[in-house]
């Protein structure tokens, strides 16, 4: 039984780690009370789901820009103070999300410029927090230290969107906001005991930095000037390395084809009944499938396919959409007045299934990045992920969306989770050497 439980052996051996996952773990409880705060008080302001789905916008525009020069930016500069100078700039908008909520400012234009802000420092902070766990932890313990990192994200996710609701019906937005910006002091405390991190550099034992052994790629000139040459060589780099592509593609497969989120909030009002209860129900199985499976992946993070346990995770991404699917043709369209139990205890199962499944996925696609990846690139190659990972899902709610107004939530469903299955096995058929991804060989 112990094989099966977490490995928190990356806790134990590397202090910084541990200050870092216990940091950005609180800041992200408090990220979640904040994103559900924002959607809340835009629709209060504006009675409009439509100016809700604006806030997507705000945020995903900006994250792009940033994400693609923030990568660049961190494989010149110091990781440590990239992070925590972005860190600051993001608490520091969360203050001022609490301040207008304090003065009741009341101006939605407010609230998509500090989404915006925020999201701008995302962009950046992001891939330089991911560049930065390859030279707290060893090689070997890097599955171990994704399984940790995406138990708190699914913890956060999970617990965040209720406790944020709960806050807001209580006391007001404020509130939220305010705690939000209390919690996120833990990441800063994190970063700012960190040692320097430049490029190149490793601390494994405890808080000392030491030299990175040399690795295939040497740093090129123009990778020390941050600027669209530098961006355009880690895409050119990312193009000349299947099995690091692989991992993008293999994502947008699922996230693009068969992200079902957006069918959410019509299952809960036309199929299984319940309304935004049921939607809070479903998102949140989701989450807690992904805590499941993080918690019993000890044996997991120990073996050495990796890519073939990405294959088969996806895939069973991909059937438990279509099974989901399934069970809403079963349950029909008929605009219940009651919570169909059954089905609803069909679909969490499912979703459950797929939360599960898409965890396994990303603690062993972020490894690969990690390890197969030369550092002097880390931060470009995190920073395209942290774009696919933001817009693929965006992309899967338009497809989604669509096949449901064409013919339906349970088919659209279907479809994407079958097309994702397809697609999948299409890319592995043509790239094989990425299904026999060895750990202990890491080749890019």
Partial sequence: MARLLIDTSPLRESPAFARMWWGLGLSSLGTQLTVVAVGLEVYALTGSTLAVGGL??????????????GGALVDVHDRR?????????????????????????DEVWVLY??????SAGFGINNPARSAIIPMLVRPARLPAANALQT???????????????VLVARWGYEVAYTIDAVLFLAALWALLRLPSLRPGTVA???DAPAPLAPTPVEPAAA???????????GLRYLATQPNVRMTFLVDMSAMVLAMPRVLFPAVGVVVLGGGETTTGYLTAAIAVGGIVAGLLSGGLVRRRRQGAIIVWAIT????????????????????????????????????????????????FRTSILQTAAPDEMRGRLQ?????????????????????????GEGMAAVVGGLSCVVVLWLLVRRWPKFYAYDAHHPTP
Wanted: charged letters at 5%; hydrophobic letters at 60%.
């Fill in 204 to 206: 494994y034992d405890g």
């Fill in 56 to 69: 997507g916008i705000a945020a995903l525009v900006p994250l792009v820009v940033t994400g693609l020069y």
């Fill in 316 to 363: 069973a991404w991909g059937l438990g959409v279509a099974g989901f699917g399934a069970v809403l043709l079963g349950a029909g369209r008929t605009t219940p007045d009651h919570v169909l139990w059954p089905a609803l205890a069909g679909a969490l199962v499912l979703l459950a299934f797929c939360g599960a499944a898409d965890s396994v996925s990303a603690i």
């Fill in 151 to 165: 138990l708190l994200f699914n913890t956060s996710l999970m617990l965040g969107p209720v406790a944020g609701a």
């Fill in 113 to 118: 410029a500090l989404v915006a802000l925020q």
């Fill in 81 to 105: 103070t990239v992070a925590l100078a972005t860190s600051a700039g993001l608490w520091f908008v969360t203050a001022l999300l609490a301040l207008q909520a304090w003065l009741h400012v």
């Fill in 223 to 233: 990778r020390r000037r941050v600027g669209l040459s530098s961006v355009v060589e």
């Fill in 383 to 407: 920073g395209i992920f942290i774009v696919v990972v933001a817009g693929g899902p965006r992309a899967g709610d338009l497809w989604l969306g669509a096949q449901a107004s064409w013919w």
